[in-house]
Protein backbone atom coordinates (compact mmCIF):
# COMPACT_ATOMS: atom_id res chain seq x y z
CA UNK A 1 0.00 0.00 0.00
CA UNK A 2 0.88 3.52 0.07
CA UNK A 3 0.43 5.33 3.05
CA UNK A 4 -0.92 8.85 3.80
CA UNK A 5 -0.60 8.90 7.80
CA UNK A 6 -2.06 11.36 9.98
CA UNK A 7 -0.92 11.31 13.37
CA UNK A 8 2.15 8.40 13.02
CA UNK A 9 4.32 9.57 15.62
CA UNK A 10 2.35 8.61 18.80
CA UNK A 11 1.15 6.16 20.43
CA UNK A 12 -1.33 3.65 18.60
CA UNK A 13 -0.81 5.41 15.19
CA UNK A 14 3.13 5.04 15.55
CA UNK A 15 2.74 1.38 17.07
CA UNK A 16 0.43 0.91 12.95
CA UNK A 17 2.97 2.67 11.26
CA UNK A 18 5.44 0.75 12.29
CA UNK A 19 3.86 -2.45 11.58
CA UNK A 20 3.38 -0.69 7.98
CA UNK A 21 6.53 0.10 7.65
CA UNK A 22 7.77 -3.59 8.46
CA UNK A 23 5.74 -4.99 5.91
CA UNK A 24 6.97 -2.63 3.16
CA UNK A 25 4.25 -0.17 2.72
CA UNK A 26 5.46 3.22 1.49
CA UNK A 27 4.05 5.45 4.41
CA UNK A 28 4.38 9.35 3.84
CA UNK A 29 3.71 10.82 7.44
CA UNK A 30 2.01 14.27 8.01
CA UNK A 31 2.44 16.32 11.45
CA UNK A 32 2.09 19.71 13.18
CA UNK A 33 5.30 18.87 15.01
CA UNK A 34 8.08 18.75 11.99
CA UNK A 35 10.90 17.78 14.09
CA UNK A 36 8.94 14.67 15.33
CA UNK A 37 7.82 14.02 12.07
CA UNK A 38 10.89 13.87 10.67
CA UNK A 39 12.16 11.90 13.60
CA UNK A 40 8.96 9.31 12.78
CA UNK A 41 10.03 8.72 9.35
CA UNK A 42 13.88 8.26 10.07
CA UNK A 43 12.77 5.77 12.35
CA UNK A 44 10.04 4.03 9.90
CA UNK A 45 12.63 4.29 6.96
CA UNK A 46 15.06 2.40 8.99
CA UNK A 47 12.59 -0.25 10.03
CA UNK A 48 10.94 -0.81 6.18
CA UNK A 49 11.83 -3.31 3.70
CA UNK A 50 12.67 -1.32 0.94
CA UNK A 51 9.11 1.25 1.23
CA UNK A 52 9.26 5.15 0.77
CA UNK A 53 8.69 7.13 3.46
CA UNK A 54 8.05 10.62 3.07
CA UNK A 55 6.73 13.35 5.95
CA UNK A 56 5.50 17.33 5.60
CA UNK A 57 4.00 19.35 7.73
CA UNK A 58 -0.02 19.17 8.63
CA UNK A 59 -1.81 20.72 11.81
CA UNK A 60 -5.39 19.84 12.28
CA UNK A 61 -6.09 22.75 14.15
CA UNK A 62 -5.25 24.81 10.23
CA UNK A 63 -7.77 23.08 7.87
CA UNK A 64 -6.21 25.66 5.19
CA UNK A 65 -2.96 23.92 4.80
CA UNK A 66 -4.79 20.15 4.34
CA UNK A 67 -4.80 20.40 0.30
CA UNK A 68 -1.06 21.06 0.19
CA UNK A 69 -0.42 18.58 2.55
CA UNK A 70 -1.81 15.94 0.66
CA UNK A 71 -0.65 17.54 -2.40
CA UNK A 72 3.05 16.83 -0.96
CA UNK A 73 2.17 13.73 -0.24
CA UNK A 74 0.74 12.34 -3.13
CA UNK A 75 4.16 13.87 -4.94
CA UNK A 76 5.82 12.23 -2.42
CA UNK A 77 4.36 8.37 -2.80
CA UNK A 78 3.64 8.71 -6.85
CA UNK A 79 0.33 8.81 -5.78
CA UNK A 80 -1.41 7.07 -3.05
CA UNK A 81 -4.19 4.49 -2.47
CA UNK A 82 -4.91 4.65 1.67
CA UNK A 83 -5.25 7.53 4.35
CA UNK A 84 -5.11 6.42 8.01
CA UNK A 85 -5.78 9.52 10.50
CA UNK A 86 -5.23 8.61 13.78
CA UNK A 87 -4.77 12.79 15.16
CA UNK A 88 -6.70 13.58 17.51
CA UNK A 89 -7.15 16.13 20.52
CA UNK A 90 -7.87 14.22 23.98
CA UNK A 91 -9.20 15.62 27.30
CA UNK A 92 -10.78 14.90 30.26
CA UNK A 93 -14.06 15.64 31.07
CA UNK A 94 -13.01 17.73 34.65
CA UNK A 95 -10.47 19.47 31.81
CA UNK A 96 -13.21 20.07 29.34
CA UNK A 97 -15.95 21.83 31.82
CA UNK A 98 -13.19 24.64 33.22
CA UNK A 99 -11.62 25.78 30.14
CA UNK A 100 -14.38 26.62 27.34
CA UNK A 101 -11.22 27.83 25.29
CA UNK A 102 -10.26 23.86 25.17
CA UNK A 103 -13.31 22.47 24.24
CA UNK A 104 -13.99 24.43 21.38
CA UNK A 105 -10.33 23.84 20.37
CA UNK A 106 -11.10 19.60 21.16
CA UNK A 107 -14.40 20.20 19.04
CA UNK A 108 -13.15 21.53 16.24
CA UNK A 109 -10.12 19.33 15.85
CA UNK A 110 -11.98 16.08 16.43
CA UNK A 111 -14.94 16.62 14.33
CA UNK A 112 -14.97 19.81 12.05
CA UNK A 113 -11.64 19.81 11.06
CA UNK A 114 -11.14 15.69 10.99
CA UNK A 115 -14.12 15.64 8.78
CA UNK A 116 -12.63 18.03 6.50
CA UNK A 117 -9.48 16.88 6.08
CA UNK A 118 -11.13 13.16 5.35
CA UNK A 119 -13.24 15.37 2.83
CA UNK A 120 -10.10 16.46 0.73
CA UNK A 121 -8.88 12.52 1.20
CA UNK A 122 -12.35 11.36 0.10
CA UNK A 123 -12.08 13.31 -3.04
CA UNK A 124 -8.46 12.56 -4.26
CA UNK A 125 -9.45 8.74 -3.40
CA UNK A 126 -12.18 8.96 -5.58
CA UNK A 127 -11.05 10.66 -8.27
CA UNK A 128 -8.55 7.98 -9.03
CA UNK A 129 -11.48 5.11 -8.51
CA UNK A 130 -11.24 4.55 -4.92
CA UNK A 131 -8.75 3.49 -1.96
CA UNK A 132 -8.94 2.97 1.68
CA UNK A 133 -9.83 5.52 4.09
CA UNK A 134 -9.54 4.89 8.27
CA UNK A 135 -9.80 7.15 10.65
CA UNK A 136 -9.56 6.45 14.23
CA UNK A 137 -13.09 7.40 16.33
CA UNK A 138 -13.62 6.06 20.07
CA UNK A 139 -16.05 4.07 21.77
CA UNK A 140 -16.71 6.96 23.85
CA UNK A 141 -19.17 8.18 21.00
CA UNK A 142 -21.08 5.08 21.14
CA UNK A 143 -23.57 6.67 24.17
CA UNK A 144 -23.36 9.64 26.27
CA UNK A 145 -21.74 9.31 29.06
CA UNK A 146 -20.63 11.33 32.10
CA UNK A 147 -16.83 10.94 32.23
CA UNK A 148 -16.49 11.75 28.13
CA UNK A 149 -19.46 14.16 27.96
CA UNK A 150 -17.93 16.40 25.81
CA UNK A 151 -14.93 14.10 23.93
CA UNK A 152 -17.56 11.50 23.32
CA UNK A 153 -20.10 13.82 21.87
CA UNK A 154 -17.34 14.67 18.94
CA UNK A 155 -16.37 10.81 18.49
CA UNK A 156 -20.13 10.39 17.98
CA UNK A 157 -20.51 13.18 15.12
CA UNK A 158 -17.15 11.19 13.29
CA UNK A 159 -18.41 8.00 13.49
CA UNK A 160 -21.95 8.88 12.17
CA UNK A 161 -19.78 11.36 9.44
CA UNK A 162 -17.81 7.86 8.56
CA UNK A 163 -20.72 5.49 8.66
CA UNK A 164 -22.33 7.54 6.42
CA UNK A 165 -19.86 7.86 3.77
CA UNK A 166 -19.31 3.98 3.81
CA UNK A 167 -22.61 3.83 2.95
CA UNK A 168 -22.63 6.63 0.25
CA UNK A 169 -18.87 6.11 -1.39
CA UNK A 170 -18.36 2.26 -0.90
CA UNK A 171 -19.70 0.90 -4.59
CA UNK A 172 -17.39 3.85 -6.31
CA UNK A 173 -14.24 2.08 -4.81
CA UNK A 174 -13.78 3.53 -1.48
CA UNK A 175 -13.38 1.20 1.92
CA UNK A 176 -14.21 3.61 4.70
CA UNK A 177 -13.03 2.02 8.04
CA UNK A 178 -14.21 3.37 11.29
CA UNK A 179 -11.89 1.83 14.38
CA UNK A 180 -13.57 2.69 17.78
CA UNK A 181 -10.53 1.94 20.30
CA UNK A 182 -11.46 1.47 23.94
CA UNK A 183 -8.90 2.31 26.90
CA UNK A 184 -5.75 1.84 25.38
CA UNK A 185 -2.55 2.64 27.44
CA UNK A 186 -0.76 5.66 25.66
CA UNK A 187 0.38 8.88 26.91
CA UNK A 188 -3.28 10.37 26.50
CA UNK A 189 -4.61 8.11 29.34
CA UNK A 190 -1.73 8.55 31.18
CA UNK A 191 -2.26 8.62 34.78
CA UNK A 192 -5.60 7.38 34.89
CA UNK A 193 -6.92 4.20 36.08
CA UNK A 194 -6.78 1.39 33.16
CA UNK A 195 -9.74 -1.14 33.20
CA UNK A 196 -9.10 -4.90 33.70
CA UNK A 197 -8.95 -5.15 29.82
CA UNK A 198 -7.01 -2.11 28.68
CA UNK A 199 -5.31 -2.62 25.22
CA UNK A 200 -1.76 -1.73 24.16
CA UNK A 201 -0.81 0.36 21.14
CA UNK A 202 0.80 -2.58 19.71
CA UNK A 203 -2.33 -5.16 20.09
CA UNK A 204 -4.63 -2.28 18.60
CA UNK A 205 -1.89 -1.85 15.49
CA UNK A 206 -2.29 -5.48 14.68
CA UNK A 207 -6.36 -5.35 15.04
CA UNK A 208 -6.39 -2.17 12.76
CA UNK A 209 -3.68 -4.09 10.35
CA UNK A 210 -6.16 -7.08 9.54
CA UNK A 211 -9.20 -4.41 8.89
CA UNK A 212 -7.28 -2.46 6.64
CA UNK A 213 -6.43 -5.56 4.47
CA UNK A 214 -9.76 -6.77 4.39
CA UNK A 215 -11.88 -3.08 3.98
CA UNK A 216 -13.81 -3.97 7.36
CA UNK A 217 -16.45 -0.98 7.87
CA UNK A 218 -16.06 -0.78 11.60
CA UNK A 219 -14.39 -2.27 14.48
CA UNK A 220 -13.83 -2.25 18.21
CA UNK A 221 -10.23 -2.73 19.41
CA UNK A 222 -9.60 -4.22 21.82
CA UNK A 223 -12.29 -6.72 21.16
CA UNK A 224 -13.82 -6.97 23.82
CA UNK A 225 -14.94 -3.46 23.59
CA UNK A 226 -17.64 -4.25 21.00
CA UNK A 227 -19.52 -6.87 24.06
CA UNK A 228 -18.88 -4.23 26.36
CA UNK A 229 -20.73 -1.18 24.33
CA UNK A 230 -23.41 -3.68 22.93
CA UNK A 231 -24.81 -3.51 27.19
CA UNK A 232 -23.58 0.30 27.21
CA UNK A 233 -26.05 0.69 24.63
CA UNK A 234 -28.91 -1.27 25.56
CA UNK A 235 -29.30 0.42 29.27
CA UNK A 236 -31.88 2.13 29.77
CA UNK A 237 -31.38 6.00 30.87
CA UNK A 238 -32.34 5.81 34.35
CA UNK A 239 -29.28 3.28 34.96
CA UNK A 240 -27.33 5.35 33.42
CA UNK A 241 -27.90 7.96 35.43
CA UNK A 242 -26.52 5.87 38.32
CA UNK A 243 -23.33 4.66 37.36
CA UNK A 244 -20.25 6.73 36.24
CA UNK A 245 -19.07 4.76 33.20
Not at 15 to 25: F, S, V
Not at 94 to 118: G, I, K, P
Request: proline content about 4%; overall charge positive; charged content about 25%.
Amino acid sequence: MKVVFLGATKGMGRALARLLAERGDSLFLLGRDGEDVARSAADLQARGRGGVVGHAGCDLAAPEGFAAALAAADAGLGGFDTVVVTAALFATQTQLEADRALTQRLLTVDFVNTVLFCEHARELLLARGGGTLCVFSSVAGERGRKPTLIYGAAKAGLSRYLEGLDHKFRARGLRTICVKPGFVKTGATAGMQPPPFAGEPEGVARDVLRALDRGTPEIYTPGIWRHVMRVIRWLPRFVMRRINF
